[in-house]
């Protein structure tokens, strides 16, 4: 029943923005950590940022002051705000939640992001 459904990838010129959602299925009641995490082609997965139920963040050191992640508790929905993007955050961007009493993973299936020179 519990599904993360990325959206809002595209292709855009570097110095462009874009919003990325994550929307989770249903009403999950338990404390959870929720992130963004992109894999570019030849690259290992790696975190690009994360949210707790308590609203503290994480950002990779590389991408702080240029990408936000946010929280929207009453529509279950994950946000990350890319500004002056460029090249290299080309990737496949996936939405990660993490239900903290059980340490149960879920993974979205991934929305492309591609930034152009």
């Known amino acids: 029943q519990v599904q993360l459904v990325e959206s809002g990838g595209g292709l855009v010129q570097a110095g462009g923005s874009l919003r990325l959602s994550c929307a989770a299925s249903g009403i999950i009641f338990r404390p959870k950590v929720m992130g963004w995490y992109r894999q570019a082609p030849g690259k290992q997965r790696e975190l690009v940022a994360r949210i707790s139920n308590d609203a503290s963040t994480n950002y990779a050191d590389s991408l702080k002051g240029r990408f936000t992640i946010t929280r929207d508790y009453a529509k279950n929905t994950a946000y990350l705000q890319m500004n002056s993007l460029k090249p290299e955050d080309t990737a496949v961007y996936y939405c990660?939640?993490?239900?903290?009493?059980?340490?149960?993973?879920?993974w979205g299936q991934g929305t492309q992001v591609t930034v152009s020179s």
């Open positions: 990660n939640m993490i239900i903290l009493v059980s340490g149960r993973d879920y």
